[in-house]
Each structure stands twice: as C-alpha cells, then as structure tokens.
C-alpha cells in the first residue's frame, strides 16, 4: 500500500517556513516535517520519529529531526546552515524515491543563501530535485485550488530575460513541455483525456504573422504534429484571451510560451491559494507559491493558506498515483 505520510521539508530556517509547519496541521494532511527542531516558533507542540511514518499524538507535529549547524534567526539566514537546507531536500528525496513517504512538499529556500552559504550550483529547488531523481526532465506547473474552473499554468520557458525567449522557446522546448503536462495530467490529476491550451509568443497569437511570424512558422505545425500523434491540443492562441472562466472550460492546462504570461494570470485569480508543482518527476513534488518572506518572517504573520493547499495537492497527486 502507498504511504500515507508527505514529507514538508523545512526549507529555508530564517524564513517563514518554520512558522508554517505547525499551521499545517490544520489541512488534515497527515505530513511530517523535516528540519531542526530549534528552529520551530517556541511552544510548538511537536514530537520527533524515526522513520516517516511513526505515530504521534494528535496535534503533535511530526518531526523527521535533522540538526543544523546554527538557531535561527527570522529574517536573518544564517550561512552556516545553507548546506543543512540542502542536505534536508536530498534526504527527503531519497526517502520518498525509497517509498517511505507518499510524497514531498517543500517550504521556500533562499537561492541567494545557499549560494552565498554552500555554493549551491542550480538555478533553483526545481532544478536540484530532478538532479536527485536522475536528471529527468521536468517542468513547472502553477495550480489553482479555489477557482473554478481551475487554473493551471506551464511556462514553457522560465527564469531568463523576456529577450532571450523567443531564441530559448524551441520546438523541442515547446514539445517536451507538453508532452509532459499531458503525462502528469493523467497521472496526477487523474484526467484521462486531457485538453491542453498552448499560448502564442506575440501579441494576439500573431495576427496571422502581421505581428511575429513564430505562430505561423513553427508553434502551428508543432502543435498539429502532435494533433496527429494523439493529443487534443488547441492553439496557438492569443494568451490575453485565455483565462477567463468560459475559456478555462474549454481545457485542463495551459502552455505558456514565458514566465509571466503564465504566472500573472495564476496569482490574479488564486495569490494566496496558488501551487507549484513539479511536473515530470518520478514522485511528487509540490511547493507552496510564494517565497522566504523574510520581511516578515517570526512575526506571525505568515499566511499558510498555499502551505495547506499545497499538502493537499501532493496527497490527492499520490492518492491518483496508486
């Protein structure tokens, strides 16, 4: 039988992350928490384990212990404990890719920090995890989870400067991303069928090539190659025309040629409730959609509504993994 139990790892301690471990609890989620213990907000009823999935009082936060060189100090990282962060995602992974746990959710890091603090070689969590799981290619998906229809966003290409993106959106970019939304769609989200929506690069998906000529050059015969090979694709279409509730209708996910065509739609209709998952890995990864908030951190006022939405998105992926 497939465990239960996700694993949140700590992610970055001088964060908001330690503050929303314990508010977690409240998404009925059974997860354990991984980090050090001295890093979680004072008072915090929590009981430590051994393996993932150990009872625990009611409660109790279970805590997979994993001791850091230094405390923590809210806003403030430490660099001493950069490679603690690290080695917490490596050991969660290999715990869930062992089958210990149903899954992995992890709270934000600092890419800075790590850097700064261990050297840290990849561009983000994203990009370490599929390292861990064997270079596999993946994509990133943000999610809904309280708008109907639902949201679901892939940018096909992601943290590089808007100039470079029509030189970086490939054919074989393009098709990877999705071919792999539709693999995790049937996979993960349990649809069968699903519809997939694929944004144009330019303005008004082109204009019939008046505006930019990759629609009609390259995105279209693509798109039907694929048609022909099986996927219910529709598009290229003018991305400002999307994401209104009867087009979202019309499909299970959308394609987006670049970052923020896809995630300034998302985080308009769901800022608070949004996810990120991973798509295209061997086990299931989700992350709530904000950042280490430093700004804010250790003064009570960390929202963990996307920490909860996030836990309930890896269990209902792993639910329709099994």
């Not at 693999?183 to 008004?204: C, E, T």
């Not at 087009?247 to 896809?262: E, G, L, P, T």
């Not at 209709?269 to 709530?288: E, K, M």
Request: negative net charge; aromatic residues 4%.
């Amino acid at each position: 039988m497939t465990p239960r139990r996700i694993i949140l790892t700590c992610g970055e301690p001088a964060g908001v992350g330690p503050e929303l471990a314990p508010q977690a609890l409240a998404s009925g989620v059974d997860f354990a928490w991984m980090g050090d213990p001295r890093h979680l907000p004072p008072g915090t009823a929590f009981t430590e384990i051994a393996a993932p999935g150990d009872p625990v009082p009611p409660g109790h936060l279970p805590v997979l212990r994993h001791d850091f060189a230094a405390p923590a100090t809210p806003g403030h990282p430490d660099p001493a404990n950069a490679a603690g962060v690290i080695n917490v995602i490596a050991r969660a992974v290999d715990l869930v890719m062992r089958g210990q746990a149903a899954g992995l959710c992890t709270l934000p890091i600092s890419k800075q920090a790590l850097k700064e603090g261990a050297g840290f070689a990849f561009p983000g969590h994203t990009e370490y995890l599929a390292h861990l799981a064997g270079d596999v290619p993946v994509v990133m998906m943000l999610a809904s989870t309280t708008v109907t229809p639902p949201c679901r966003v892939v940018p096909a290409t992601i943290h590089i400067p808007l100039q470079e993106v029509p030189a970086a959106l490939t054919d074989a970019v393009l098709e990877q991303a999705i071919r792999i939304t539709h693999a995790a769609l049937i996979r993960d989200f349990g649809i069968p069928a699903p519809r997939i929506a694929v944004a144009g690069l330019n303005p008004h998906a082109g204009e019939g090539g008046t505006i930019g000529r990759q629609e009609t050059q390259r995105i279209a015969p693509l798109l039907d190659r694929l048609r022909a090979a099986g996927l219910d694709l529709t598009g290229p279409l003018p991305a400002d025309t999307m994401f209104h509730a009867p087009a979202r209708a019309r499909y299970d996910a959308a394609v987006c040629a670049y970052h923020d065509q896809a995630l300034i739609p998302i985080k308009t209709l769901d800022f608070d409730n949004g996810v990120n998952v991973t798509l295209g890995l061997p086990f299931v990864r989700t992350s709530p959609d904000h950042g280490t908030a430093f700004d804010i951190a250790g003064r009570g006022l960390a929202n963990p509504a996307s920490t909860i939405a996030a836990l309930r998105m890896a269990r209902d992926m792993a639910e329709s993994r099994k």
